[in-house]
């Protein structure tokens, strides 16, 4: 059974900086295309970046240049680091996996088939 467990969120200035972090066992971890995504209430569930097999990344153009994912295949980990942080990036904030295909920058959330539990990131104005 594969298990993704979310970590490092909380709440930071607008300007400031997190780094959330996932784990996943239970699946050749080099092996899966890693998403994140993030939520606000009333809102749909959005893309906010995502990394095949082959370690490319792909960002949502609202994180573009501020978010970076990152993966490290040696301790089934996946990054990401948020940076120059806005009170509209405030959301809970999804780890999810799927295997590595396609599908994987189009960051589709139906294509992910094992999620997280969620983080909060708050960021205050």
């Known amino acids: 059974q594969v298990q993704v467990v979310e970590s490092g969120g909380g709440s930071v200035q607008s300007g400031g900086s997190l780094r959330l972090s996932c784990v996943v066992s239970?699946?050749?971890?080099?092996?899966?295309?890693m998403g994140w995504f993030r939520q606000t209430p009333g809102k749909e569930l959005e893309g906010v970046a995502s990394?095949?097999?082959?370690?490319?990344?792909r960002y949502a153009d609202s994180v573009n240049g501020r978010f970076t994912i990152s993966r490290d295949n040696a301790k089934n980990t996946l990054v990401l680091q948020l940076n120059s942080l806005k009170p509209e990036d405030t959301a809970m904030y999804y780890c999810?996996?799927?295997?590595?295909?396609?599908?994987?920058?189009?960051?589709?959330?139906?294509?992910?088939?094992?999620w997280g539990q969620g983080t909060q990131v708050t960021v205050l104005s």
């Open positions: 999810a996996a799927v295997w590595s295909g396609t599908w994987c920058s189009l960051m589709n959330q139906k294509a992910f088939r094992w």
């Open positions: 239970g699946y050749t971890y080099s092996r899966l295309c």
């Open positions: 990394i095949d097999s082959d370690d490319n990344p």
